[in-house]
């Protein structure tokens, strides 16, 4: 197997490296300009904000999404290592252009890749061919192969091999080039994605624990060895760091903890099981056995091939160890250093010691809540992992081999190579049915092979017409330069933490759908949000355009242009009153493309609310005239400080069913509101979940209805109104309304709570209908 030279060698694996990709990803390689592999969702969100910014956008300024702010583009996965030079090529850059770098950027990955982890195969002493075999296993088997289907930026799987390779050739030589390589590599890596950043700094710290685990030598001869590499890395974040503060104008705003810190770990069934895999698919379908993974945040299936191989290993190290044989099945080319690292990379990704309840742990290193998505740093356990079992399985093949026992060796290999090729099968599946969608998608996202029988005034689409945004507008006497920005209802804003308005995901991918297919077609920016640590004051701001006719509108007033939104309203979703409000002062296109289309003057919005606000303000409804129960607490003996009123109730009064009252309504399903303020924390992302019950003349609960503060699009600073509709049978009697999180302490403060039918107006305490009465008014 060793019978070339290892120039000959590495030139075979390039090339083969090359075909494989090829065939692995189909048509991302032979056909990239024709490519989007989703259209929501974070897939959607990630190719629209890569596009609109390498398109129309310029420098470090993203634009195409909430509107009129914008966003720094490093927070909006929009690779900003190539979309920031693409932007200064304005005029020559085409949808097709950036497509082809994108996916030819990630395609060379695949190949790096299987190089990199060629040459450490090699240099653990396997030849060229099973090391050729095993590399390209590992590559297309690798967890962030699942990045092509939404997360491209973290589809880039060369980083890690390579930092595999230049920190095992640093081990060896101890030459300072090495972590220069690292530290180039390293401000390359972060402008695609900053977690390829984190993830280099726990590889240097895993390294430094496992050098002072297993070298003998003195303190300082360590601590001298391990500090270029933790300086090549940390500078990197460092530099990073500073980057940032000085070209983000809302760094201080932004949140300092992410929501859902141990939400994307690594579970067991996550290194052990995968759907993708043929065997794993027959113990689904025929067996009562359900608890395989499906992929995610914290997926790294190692394979059956590398978790027998590693199982076996370690089985006779333990028996060796035993019988203080000191000889193990671990060769002296693979250092214990190694596994020490993965395992302290996979305790890390599974959120060891946080999952413990020592999530307090995390205040002495604030810069890594920001990476939330623990599970990704389980990406170092796979490659050392996986390495180790190749190295493994040839191992037993050379040990067998030179015990003249050919059989047993020839088994040994091809058991172990085929397994392992059999199983990739499926990711192979997963890779092209994803091209071959990403196919058809650019068709639809373009409309370059939609159809639409549907009349709009005097323009009928024919059946061999392609129909685009464009041309829709131009049958109602409208371009694209008529209007400043698009509006997608139902409203959107995540980002921030804080607030996740239109947290139903199946609607919000929906949504992001048809704002990127109109943002991209018209080149107009979006209102809504779907990004990343977005700032709060900003975030706050941008919300209120969905709050109704009684809550401020801030970002109506920042507007440098008196140009219409253009209004979509989804199919297949439901607005409540607060967001039909909008639809009403709008005026109605028709219906195109899976969503219905109106044209929103802001000038029209502001006449709106000033007349709502005016006409309530001097024409109060009074109590008899509500048709219906209501009921309200102000909270003014509370001791915390409140700015609706003389108090409001501190968190140490509150318990955990915040009301329980009588409450009838006047006819069936009627429609009410329930909203409440709660004072939130500032420095991280918790807010109340509330449970409104509604119970019979027997004290049974007849219906539950959610009010999640993180979808509240009003507030006061960081008092935020929690609100939602529902609709109340004749049957119920009594209203309950409970904190479902209350042991986790999401407020300071709770204030003016109150509960009315839907179509009446109240003011009470300076506040209509429960916001904050503009004080032109009073």
Same mark, same amino acid.
């Given at each position: 197997?060793?019978?070339?030279?290892?120039?000959?060698?590495?030139?075979?694996?390039?090339?083969?490296?090359?075909?494989?990709?090829?065939? +692995?990803?189909?048509?991302?390689?032979?056909?990239?300009?024709?490519?989007? *592999?989703? /259209?929501? +969702?974070?897939?959607?969100?990630?190719?629209?904000?890569? /596009?609109?910014?390498?398109?129309?956008?310029?420098?470090?300024?993203?634009?195409?999404?909430?509107?009129?702010?914008?966003?720094?583009?490093?927070?909006?996965?929009?690779?900003?290592?190539?979309?920031?030079?693409?932007?200064?090529?304005?005029?020559?850059? *085409?949808?097709?252009?950036?497509?082809?770098?994108?996916?030819?950027?990630?395609?060379?990955?695949?190949?790096?890749?299987?190089?990199?982890?060629?040459?450490?195969?090699?240099?653990?002493?396997?030849?060229?061919?099973?090391?050729?075999?095993?590399?390209?296993?590992?590559?297309?088997?690798?967890?962030?192969?699942?990045?092509?289907?939404?997360?491209?930026?973290?589809?880039?799987?060369?980083?890690?091999?390579?930092?595999?390779?230049?920190?095992?050739?640093?081990?060896?030589?101890?030459?300072?080039?090495?972590?220069?390589?690292?530290?180039?590599?390293?401000?390359?890596?972060?402008?695609?994605?900053?977690?390829?950043?984190?993830?280099?700094?726990?590889?240097?710290?895993?390294?430094?624990?496992?050098?002072?685990?297993?070298?003998?030598?003195?303190?300082?001869?360590?601590?001298?060895?391990?500090?270029?590499?933790?300086?090549?890395?940390?500078?990197?974040?460092?530099?990073?760091?500073?980057?940032?503060?000085?070209?983000?104008?809302?760094?201080?705003?932004?949140?300092?903890?992410?929501?859902?810190?141990?939400?994307?770990?690594?579970?067991?069934?996550?290194?052990?099981?995968?759907?993708?895999?043929?065997?794993?698919?027959?113990?689904?379908?025929?067996?009562?056995?359900?608890?395989?993974?499906?992929?995610?945040?914290?997926?790294?299936?190692?394979?059956?091939?590398?978790?027998?191989?590693?199982?076996?290993?370690?089985?006779?190290?333990?028996?060796?160890?035993? %019988?203080?044989?000191?000889?193990?099945?671990?060769?002296?080319?693979?250092?214990?250093?190694?596994?020490?690292?993965? *395992?302290?990379?996979?305790?890390?990704?599974?959120?060891?010691?946080?999952?413990?309840?020592?999530?307090?742990?995390?205040?002495?290193?604030?810069?890594?809540?920001?990476?939330?998505?623990?599970?990704?740093? %389980?990406?170092?356990?796979?490659?050392?992992?996986?390495?180790?079992?190749?190295?493994?399985?040839?191992?037993?093949?050379?040990?067998?081999?030179? @015990?003249?026992?050919?059989?047993?060796?020839?088994?040994?290999?091809?058991?172990?190579?085929?397994?392992?090729?059999?199983?990739?099968?499926?990711?192979?599946?997963?890779?092209? @049915?994803?091209?071959?969608?990403?196919?058809?998608?650019?068709?639809?996202?373009? %409309?370059?092979?939609?159809?639409?029988?549907?009349?709009?005034?005097?323009?009928?689409?024919?059946?061999?017409?392609?129909?685009?945004?464009?041309?829709?507008? +131009?049958?109602?006497?409208?371009?694209?330069?008529?209007?400043?920005?698009?509006?997608?209802?139902?409203?959107?804003?995540?980002?921030?933490?804080?607030?996740?308005?239109?947290?139903?995901?199946?609607?919000?991918?929906?949504?992001?759908?048809?704002?990127?297919?109109?943002?991209?077609?018209?080149?107009?920016?979006?209102?809504?949000?779907?990004?990343?640590?977005?700032?709060?004051?900003?975030?706050?701001?941008?919300?209120?355009?969905?709050?109704?006719?009684?809550?401020?509108?801030?970002?109506?007033?920042?507007?440098?242009?008196?140009?219409?939104?253009?209004?979509?309203?989804?199919?297949?979703?439901?607005?409540?009153?607060?967001?039909?409000?909008?639809?009403?002062?709008?005026?109605?296109?028709?219906?195109?493309?899976?969503?219905?289309?109106?044209?929103?003057?802001?000038?029209?919005?502001?006449?709106?609310?000033?007349?709502?606000?005016?006409?309530?303000?001097?024409?109060?409804?009074?109590?008899?005239?509500?048709?219906?129960?209501?009921?309200?607490?102000?909270?003014?003996?509370?001791?915390?400080?409140?700015?609706?009123?003389?108090?409001?109730?501190?968190?140490?009064?509150?318990?955990?069913?915040?009301?329980?009252?009588?409450?009838?309504?006047?006819?069936?399903?009627?429609?009410?509101?329930?909203?409440?303020?709660?004072?939130?924390?500032?420095?991280?992302?918790?807010?109340?979940?509330?449970?409104?019950?509604?119970?019979?003349?027997?004290? *049974?609960?007849?219906?539950?209805?959610?009010?999640?503060?993180?979808?509240?699009?009003? @507030?006061?600073?960081?008092?935020?109104?929690?609100?939602?509709?529902?609709?109340?049978?004749?049957?119920?009697?009594?209203?309950?309304?409970?904190?479902?999180?209350? +042991?986790?302490?999401?407020? /300071?403060?709770?204030?003016? /709570?109150?509960?009315?039918?839907?179509?009446?107006?109240?003011?009470?305490?300076?506040?209509? @209908?429960?916001?904050?009465?503009?004080?032109?008014?009073?």
């Amino acid at each position: 197997m060793n019978n070339i030279g290892s120039k000959t060698g590495l030139l075979i694996t390039i090339v083969f490296a090359i075909a494989v990709t090829t065939f +692995a990803l189909g048509g991302i390689v032979t056909h990239p300009w024709h490519m989007m *592999t989703e /259209l929501g +969702a974070d897939g959607g969100k990630n190719i629209f904000t890569y /596009l609109y910014h390498s398109l129309y956008g310029m420098g470090l300024w993203f634009t195409g999404m909430n509107y009129p702010y914008g966003e720094h583009i490093v927070y909006t996965d929009g690779q900003p290592l190539l979309s920031v030079p693409l932007s200064y090529l304005k005029g020559h850059v *085409t949808i097709e252009s950036a497509l082809t770098i994108m996916w030819w950027a990630i395609s060379l990955s695949y190949v790096l890749s299987i190089v990199y982890c060629y040459k450490i195969l090699v240099q653990f002493k396997v030849p060229w061919l099973p090391a050729m075999l095993f590399a390209a296993l590992i590559s297309l088997c690798s967890p962030q192969l699942m990045g092509i289907s939404g997360h491209y930026a973290l589809a880039y799987c060369c980083f890690l091999p390579m930092l595999f390779y230049y920190t095992l050739q640093y081990h060896l030589t101890g030459k300072w080039k090495y972590p220069a390589f690292i530290f180039i590599m390293g401000c390359i890596s972060i402008l695609l994605h900053p977690y390829f950043a984190a993830v280099a700094l726990i590889w240097a710290g895993g390294y430094t624990l496992g050098h002072f685990f297993t070298i003998k030598a003195g303190i300082w001869p360590k601590i001298k060895h391990v500090l270029p590499l933790l300086i090549s890395t940390g500078a990197v974040l460092v530099l990073f760091g500073i980057f940032m503060k000085v070209t983000d104008p809302f760094a201080k705003e932004r949140p300092a903890m992410p929501f859902g810190m141990l939400a994307n770990c690594t579970h067991i069934k996550d290194i052990f099981s995968s759907v993708y895999s043929p065997f794993w698919g027959v113990v689904k379908d025929h067996t009562r056995f359900t608890k395989i993974s499906a992929g995610g945040e914290g997926f790294i299936y190692l394979g059956l091939a590398v978790i027998f191989a590693v199982g076996y290993a370690m089985l006779i190290a333990i028996r060796k160890l035993i %019988s203080k044989d000191p000889a193990t099945l671990l060769t002296p080319t693979f250092q214990p250093i190694w596994l020490i690292m993965a *395992t302290l990379a996979l305790l890390f990704g599974m959120g060891v010691p946080f999952i413990w309840h020592m999530e307090w742990l995390l205040d002495y290193a604030s810069a890594f809540r920001q990476f939330r998505t623990l599970g990704r740093f %389980s990406w170092i356990f796979y490659y050392i992992i996986t390495i180790y079992g190749a190295v493994v399985i040839y191992s037993l093949y050379a040990r067998y081999l030179a @015990n003249n026992k050919k059989t047993i060796a020839y088994a040994i290999i091809t058991a172990g190579i085929g397994i392992w090729t059999i199983e990739t099968n499926g990711y192979l599946k997963r890779s092209r @049915n994803a091209a071959k969608e990403g196919y058809n998608n650019y068709n639809i996202f373009l %409309s370059k092979s939609e159809l639409n029988n549907k009349q709009w005034g005097e323009f009928v689409a024919k059946p061999d017409e392609i129909v685009s945004w464009q041309e829709f507008l +131009a049958a109602h006497n409208y371009t694209k330069d008529s209007f400043q920005s698009i509006l997608v209802l139902p409203f959107f804003a995540t980002g921030s933490e804080k607030l996740w308005v239109c947290s139903d995901e199946n609607i919000s991918a929906w949504s992001v759908a048809m704002a990127a297919k109109a943002g991209i077609q018209l080149h107009l920016p979006v209102v809504d949000i779907m990004m990343s640590r977005s700032s709060w004051v900003q975030t706050f701001k941008q919300v209120k355009i969905a709050g109704g006719p009684y809550a401020e509108k801030p970002m109506v007033n920042d507007l440098h242009s008196n140009k219409p939104f253009l209004l979509l309203h989804t199919d297949y979703s439901t607005l409540n009153p607060d967001q039909q409000y909008l639809l009403n002062l709008s005026k109605p296109l028709g219906h195109f493309l899976h969503c219905t289309v109106y044209v929103c003057y802001p000038e029209q919005i502001k006449k709106n609310d000033d007349y709502y606000n005016y006409s309530a303000h001097f024409s109060c409804t009074n109590a008899n005239s509500i048709k219906g129960n209501f009921y309200f607490d102000h909270f003014s003996k509370g001791s915390f400080h409140s700015p609706f009123n003389d108090g409001a109730m501190p968190l140490k009064e509150i318990k955990e069913t915040i009301c329980d009252v009588p409450l009838t309504p006047v006819k069936d399903n009627q429609l009410y509101e329930f909203s409440c303020w709660f004072r939130t924390p500032e420095d991280n992302y918790k807010s109340p979940d509330c449970m409104l019950y509604a119970l019979n003349s027997k004290n *049974t609960i007849i219906d539950s209805f959610p009010a999640r503060s993180i979808e509240s699009v009003d @507030n006061f600073g960081v008092w935020l109104r929690c609100n939602a509709y529902f609709t109340l049978s004749a049957a119920t009697r009594h209203i309950r309304c409970r904190m479902l999180n209350f +042991a986790d302490q999401p407020c /300071l403060a709770m204030d003016e /709570l109150m509960i009315r039918p839907a179509d009446s107006v109240m003011i009470s305490n300076g506040r209509i @209908n429960n916001h904050w009465l503009n004080r032109r008014y009073e």
